[in-house]
């Protein structure tokens, strides 16, 4: 398996890292930037050819996939050239940032066949995979889920501290994250409402937002967002059910008592873009659709602009 990964910052080495532990798959292209960052991370990770030419790069027949970790306005325009010159394809979170792009990015997909997956890594965390396989088995339902998403970003900077050439967005990316998972717990989200704070002067994006879910089932959501907390970083998810409680801190995961519960042995590794990483090349190699293909994850998308109109 010959893959090309797009993006050379903070999520794009993630992807590297995860790459490197699956029998069988070769990173043979790296697309960048700036060509001098993107040569040396290619030389890092041992990949054979750098380029800031993406649509060069999808000419080579070294490459059966690509893994897109780019700037989120080019996902989409990506994500279909990708699908018209015949490899398949990995958009790291979000798919896209307006619902008429998601609905092209899957008609796409529906035309061509081929395997296109969203990088919605908390399906794959083995913390949340614990409490979905709770779930499965009938012994534990989702009555309300608690989540706040956290960080400190009142620069244009990505997870490394770098400075970004696009800027971030609360709903289309981070809560896209708990959306998606809270339908993946819970089932279909019938009602969702939303508040955001003041607008940042510089960055022309709220810092803050509230959003509410509550799902067929009649499960709740509360979601808290905020670039402005400066503390702990990252994402807390509780998980209140009808048999017990639940803390998920990424691949960490305690009872309602912080009594921790053991997920080593819940899959083949611990780092959820890893295991996303395995589902997508597993998903080629066997003809099948992916856990969290575009088709899976679009209702969440349906649910981000529905709450973008209600903003406006």
């Known amino acids: 398996m010959k893959i090309a990964l797009a993006g050379g910052g903070a999520f794009g080495e993630k992807h590297l890292d995860g790459l490197q532990k699956i029998d069988g798959v070769e990173v043979t292209a790296l697309v960048g930037r700036r060509q001098k960052p993107t040569q040396i991370m290619a030389d890092k990770y041992g990949v054979g050819f750098a380029t800031t ?8 027949e070294d ?17 279909i050239a990708a699908m018209n010159a015949g490899k398949h ?9 307006s619902w ?7 008609a796409k997909q529906k035309e061509t066949g081929l ?10 965390n083995p913390s949340h995979q614990w409490v979905h396989n709770q779930i499965a ?21 990505n997870a490394k501290g770098q400075a970004r050439s696009w800027t971030d967005h609360l709903l289309w990316h981070h809560a896209a994250h708990t959306v998606d998972l809270f339908t993946y717990q819970a089932g279909p989200i019938v009602q969702a409402n939303a508040l955001q704070g003041p607008i940042h002067p510089v960055l022309g994006i709220a810092m803050d937002m509230s959003i509410q879910l509550k799902a067929e089932s009649g499960a709740i959501c509360t979601l808290s967002l905020s670039f402005n907390n400066e503390g702990p970083l990252g994402t807390f998810f509780r998980y209140i059910g009808d ?28 780092n959820g873009i890893e295991l996303q990483d395995r589902e997508f090349v597993a998903a080629i190699r066997e003809g099948r659709e992916p856990n969290s293909s575009v088709e899976q994850v ?5 649910v981000l602009h529905d709450l973008e109109q209600q903003i406006a």
């Open 298 to 302: 679009l209702p969440c998308y349906k």
């Open 63 to 79: 490459v059966d996939a690509v893994i897109l970790a780019t700037p989120t306005p080019m996902h989409a325009d990506q994500a």
């Open 243 to 270: 048999t017990g409680t639940y803390i998920a801190r990424y691949d960490d995961l305690v009872n309602g008592k912080e009594e921790p519960i053991d997920v080593l042995n819940i899959d083949v590794s611990m």
């Open 89 to 97: 394809i990995e958009v790291e979170i979000p798919l896209a940032d």
């Open 115 to 124: 395997v296109c997956m969203v990088g919605h890594t908390r399906r794959f």
């Open 53 to 60: 030419n993406y649509n060069e790069m999808l000419t080579r």
């Open 137 to 157: 088995a009938g012994a534990f339902n989702v009555q309300q889920m608690d989540v706040q998403t956290y960080f400190f970003r009142r620069k244009n900077i």
């Open 100 to 106: 008429a792009a998601c609905e092209a990015i899957l």
